[in-house]
Nanobody, 119 residues
Framework: QVQFVESGGGLVQPGGSLRLSCAAS????????MGWYRQAPGNQRDMVAT????????NYADSVKCRFTISRDNAKNTVYLQMNSLKPEDTAVYYC????????????WGQGTQVTVSS
């Protein structure tokens, strides 16, 4: 059984910053690529950023490049998303995702955290 605990969402004014965290726990034998996705009402869930196992490679959606930074702490099984210069169009539910080795290889999602950018 794997659990994700997401935190850091909330209400922020345009131009502000937030830092999301997602910690995985349970019987985990390995965590590979981790990422953040977001879904606004009426829209599909889209990739925001991903990071490989060692953190050597990151990938960002064009809309967040140079504003968001993904990182991870493998000792804590945690992935982070630092979001700066937030815009109203960043408003969405943000979900973490991880490729895991449990007894089998699996892909799991966090429960989501709401980010609202509004004045």
């Amino acid at each position: 059984q794997v659990q994700f605990v997401e935190s850091g969402g909330g209400l922020v004014q345009p131009g502000g910053s937030l830092r999301l965290s997602c910690a995985a726990s349970g019987t985990i034998y390995g965590i590979y690529t981790m990422g953040w996705y977001r879904q606004a009402p009426g829209n599909q869930r889209d990739m925001v950023a991903t990071i490989t196992t060692t953190g050597s490679t990151t990938n960002y959606a064009d809309s967040v490049k140079c504003r968001f930074t993904i990182s991870r702490d493998n000792a804590k099984n945690t992935v982070y998303l630092q979001m700066n210069s937030l815009k109203p169009e960043d408003t969405a539910v943000y979900y973490c995702n991880a490729a895991l080795r449990l007894g089998i290889f699996a892909n799991r999602w966090g429960q989501g955290t709401q980010v609202t950018v509004s004045s």
